[in-house]
C-alpha cells in the first residue's frame, strides 16, 4: 500500500527546483540533527522554494516601488526591514 504523500510524488514532475541532496547536506550541518527522512528533506525543500519566492516577490515590489529596472540587494534589504515576516533575516547580511 502506497502512501498519500507518495502518490503525489510519482504523479507529479519534478515539484521542486532545489537538489534534494544539498537541502539534506544543509540540514545534517545542525549537531542536533542525526538523521532525517526523505520525506522531511522533501517537504523543506518546498518550505524553502517558497520562502525565496515571497522574498524575491517582495523585493521585485521594492524594486518596482522605487522606478528602479534592477533588482539590487538593497530592494532585499528594504522588503527585510519592511516586512514583519522577515524579521529574523535583521542583521545576517552585515
Not at 52 to 78: E, G, V
Not at 80 to 85: M, R
Amino acid at each position: 500500500m502506497t502512501s498519500s504523500n507518495d502518490q503525489i510524488k510519482s504523479t507529479s514532475i519534478r515539484s521542486y527546483q532545489l537538489p534534494l541532496t544539498k537541502v539534506k547536506s544543509i540540514i545534517k550541518l545542525d549537531n542536533n540533527t542525526r538523521m532525517i527522512s526523505q520525506d522531511s528533506v522533501y517537504v523543506l525543500t518546498l518550505a524553502t522554494e517558497e520562502f525565496i519566492r515571497m522574498l524575491t516577490r517582495d523585493a521585485h515590489n521594492s524594486m518596482k516601488q522605487c522606478a528602479s529596472k534592477r533588482l539590487d540587494r538593497l530592494h532585499i534589504f528594504s522588503s527585510i526591514n519592511t516586512n514583519p515576516l522577515y524579521e529574523f533575516l535583521d542583521g545576517s547580511f552585515d
